[in-house]
């Protein structure tokens, strides 16, 4: 069983940047692979990054690369998503999830945290 605790959200201009977090509590957070996922109203999660447990493989969304960058800290128990060059179309609820395998595929996750909005004016 794994804990997910989203942070970070919060209202940025077009540009701008933020940094996520995710707080992970519970066992063996170190053999799972984590991401990001995000959902504008109206529409379905989509896959915005993922990361294996190891840190060395990552996976982004083409909408996204070159922008963001997910990264982890096992000894902390957290994994961060760097946001730059924000857009407005990117306002949505930014999902922390964490699955056995690395995936980009919501389906694909077990655990997931309760989101933290992010909201990118123009």
């Known amino acids: 069983q794994v804990q997910l605790v989203e942070s970070g959200g919060g209202l940025v201009q077009a540009g701008g940047s933020l940094r996520l977090s995710c707080a992970a509590s519970g066992r063996a957070f170190s053999r799972y692979a984590l991401g990001w996922f995000r959902q504008a109203p109206g529409k379905e999660r989509e896959f915005v990054a993922s990361i294996s447990w190891s840190g060395s493989t990552t996976y982004y969304a083409d909408s996204v690369k070159g922008r963001f960058t997910i990264s982890r800290d096992n000894a902390k128990n957290m994994v961060y998503l760097q946001m730059n060059s924000l857009k407005p179309e990117e306002t949505a609820v930014y999902y922390c999830?964490?699955?056995?395998?690395?995936?980009?595929?919501?389906?694909?996750?077990?655990?997931w945290g309760q989101g933290t909005q992010v909201t990118v004016s123009s």
């Open positions: 999830a964490a699955g056995r395998l690395l995936r980009r595929g919501a389906r694909d996750y077990d655990y």
